[in-house]
């Protein structure tokens, strides 16, 4: 699929330009899988930084936090994305 700007927000509490910003992002229909793969995160080049986390939510209600490598000419490239445990023992 693709990149839905109505389900993409910057967390407002960073507003200093040396610190890397939080953004959250969901997608009812993608998993990490193609939100993680380069070019994805295009439509808000203007808005992400290198550093820059971005909290997702995919398809199957998966938390992943992704940070941004690169940002280069409006190609957003972000890594792999680090799993939030669903672990629930109680």
Known sequence: MA???STWALDGSNFNSNVPRIHK???STDAIA???TAAYFN???AEVSVGDQIYTI???GV???LYVL???AGVVDTNDGTTLAATDID
């Open 3 to 5: 990149f839905t700007k």
């Open 25 to 27: 992002y969901t997608s």
């Open 34 to 36: 193609t939100m993680n």
């Open 43 to 45: 439509d808000v080049s």
């Open 58 to 60: 995919d398809s199957a």
């Open 63 to 65: 938390a992943t936090i």
């Open 70 to 72: 690169s940002n280069a």
